[in-house]
């Protein structure tokens, strides 16, 4: 059995349906590392218990089917590193209150 905290690289993943990782036991802080991930049919990282502050790696990740990070309640302060990702179906960075 894995401990939550030792979930610090959270990748390649693809996350439908809504299949949550929280149902997986994770705590919110131990997302350290959220890359390479697919994010589509209205699963949501924030329904999974994450808190903003958590995501402090996000890239190379896919959001389809207006999900917006945004809609997440994730803070624009707390994208420290946004690269790389896919934004589809009128989900835009811009439209996710980011500056």
Known sequence: GML????LSLSFNSFSDAS?????GMLPLSWLSLSFNSFSDASCPSSCGMLPLSW????HN?????SCPS???MLPLS???LSDNSFSDASR???CGML
């Open 20 to 24: 949550c990782p929280s149902s997986f």
């Open 62 to 66: 896919t959001f389809s089917d207006a």
């Open 93 to 95: 960075p811009s439209s």
């Open 71 to 73: 809609s997440f309640g």
């Open 56 to 59: 402090l790696f996000l890239s």
């Open 4 to 7: 939550p905290l030792s979930w």
């Open 79 to 81: 994208w420290l590193l």
